[in-house]
């Protein structure tokens, strides 16, 4: 009896969260059509111009293989997609095939938790063991995690120390591995910024234990169904990696899936360009996160170095006084580069990703100054 009633219970809740989560597709589409019109006939061309200008003299030379545009306003002006998505089998890239985002994938994270948090499901100044009893450092918090405050070492290098390099690991192992090899804290909770795909892993357990939905579908529910981003999601198999966009390194050699690729949280997003710029719009929108939420996303949290450079809740910024805030996010994995950038203080999003290791996706400078009054180099 108590199995039965607990199967209920979960499918009462998951049929309760597929509720939510039409009410709020409706509410988007409402709140779109009113705060996020065309551009100016003006604007348009000349951003057009710029974004144009800018893909013919860096992104697309070589052997650029990946996706390319910019939107203002959530309304796409300027794309591209080149190269191979499947080199061996000579498949094309187009503007619809899904890229592995890398750690771009940590703004869609950030994203799922803080959607919980506006549904009170997560506080951010709860401590991360209150959701994941096993997870061994008490005193981390969620917002330790999603600004990377925690201290937290890297998966892949106690991972490496301490298996076989072969058996593919979970996100669950890794607090095993945490807990099994007493495994210490790179500094003390809450003192500095320290870059670390173990906070985002950890995160979306968390997002499976309040869910009660394998992190894949919670994102499907929580992300993508709402903001209507058709072609992503989030890969965690080998079947899945194998039969994915591929990736190659410097030498054009595809890298094959590792022990490390089933990891998801703070990686595994397969997405296109268009899709990110459908999730950059609803990062606007009240009707997917609170006004509340947005201000504490979109600021910093680490001022103990002086500098322009900082981290908010699941993006990074470059700030200065006399500029505008520039929000963005890079990804690297394997092959897979990306650079997904929210200029805020003028509604525009460019996105570039490359599954062939092609490093000049991530310098903007030229196409930022044509844009607005943003910060492009930290000595400016």
Request: charged share 20%.
């Amino acid at each position: 009896m108590k199995c039965y009633l607990y199967r209920f219970l979960i499918g009462f809740s998951v049929f309760l969260f597929s509720c939510e989560t039409k009410a709020t597709e409706k509410a988007i589409r409402r709140e779109v059509d009113v705060m996020m019109p065309m551009p100016t006939a003006a604007r348009k061309q000349y951003l057009l111009d710029s974004a144009g200008n800018y893909y013919r003299q860096w992104i697309n030379r070589g052997n650029f293989s990946g996706q390319y545009l910019i939107a203002k306003n959530g309304h796409i002006l300027f794309s591209r997609a080149a190269g191979f998505s499947n080199v061996e089998e000579q498949v094309k890239m187009t503007l619809e095939t899904p890229i592995h985002v890398a750690s771009i994938s940590k703004v869609a994270t950030a994203l799922a938790v803080l959607r919980l948090v506006d549904q009170g499901k997560i506080a951010l100044n709860q401590k991360v063991s209150h959701y994941l009893p096993k997870f061994p450092f008490k005193e981390i918090t969620v917002n330790m995690l999603l600004t990377h405050r925690s201290g937290l070492p890297y998966y892949g290098y106690f991972a490496d120390a301490n298996t076989d390099r072969t058996t593919v690991l979970s996100n669950e192992d890794i607090i095993r591995l945490m807990v099994k090899f007493n495994i210490k804290l790179n500094s003390k909770p809450g003192t500095h910024f320290a870059y670390c795909n173990t906070n985002y892993a950890m995160l979306a357990l968390i997002v499976e234990k309040v869910t009660k939905l394998p992190f894949p579908e919670a994102m499907k529910d929580l992300i993508f169904d709402p903001l209507d981003m058709k072609s992503s999601s989030v890969a965690s198999s080998k079947t899945q990696y194998d039969e994915s966009c591929r990736n190659y390194n410097q030498n054009g050699m595809w890298n094959g899936f590792t022990y490390l690729d089933a990891i998801y949280g703070d990686k595994n997003l397969y997405t296109t360009a268009r899709d990110l710029v459908k999730m950059d719009r609803g990062t606007y929108l009240s009707s997917f996160l609170s006004d509340s939420l947005r201000k504490q996303m979109f600021r910093g949290y680490s001022y103990e170095h002086p500098g322009t450079r900082n981290y908010g809740l699941g993006i990074r910024l470059k700030e200065k006084k006399g500029k505008d805030t520039f929000f963005f996010h890079t990804g690297w994995w394997h092959g897979n580069t990306g650079l997904y950038c929210s200029l805020r203080q003028d509604t525009i999003c460019i996105i570039a990703l490359s599954n062939n290791m092609n490093k000049r996706v991530y310098n903007l400078g030229p196409l930022l100054k044509a844009c607005g009054n943003y910060v492009v180099n930290d000595e400016e």
